[in-house]
Nanobody
């Protein structure tokens, strides 16, 4: 399975950004999907996930600011990020959740800086 992440960029603190991921998986709708991120010098960490039924779960750092959604017809999972902080700077990836069973894509860089 291949994933292609997009939508990253440079945004000022307090700004918003939406990143998206398209997966080539068959039966995409059956998977719980997650967003993860890796900041420079740090391990990759969980950000948010959404089940096939649309139930969502967020890391404490994302609660109240980020919203995960999915479009099964387009095999896409999205992450709307609001009130961005410099500490949100990272490469963002999608994969299955809670266990990551696919190869990692290239990710999309999100940089929060003034």
């Amino acid at each position: 399975v291949q994933t292609v992440e997009s939508g990253g960029g440079l945004v000022e603190p307090g700004g918003s950004l939406k990143v998206s991921c398209v997966a080539s998986a068959n039966f995409f709708s059956d998977y719980t999907m997650g967003w993860y991120r890796q900041a420079p010098g740090k391990q990759r960490e969980f950000v948010a996930r959404i089940t096939s039924a649309g139930i969502t779960n967020y890391a404490d750092s994302a609660k109240g600011r980020f919203t995960i959604s999915r479009d099964n017809a387009k095999k896409t999972v999205n992450l709307q990020m609001n009130s961005l902080k410099p500490e949100d700077t990272a490469v963002y990836y999608c994969n299955t959740a809670p266990s990551t069973v696919w190869d990692w894509g290239q990710g999309t860089q999100v940089t929060v800086s003034s």
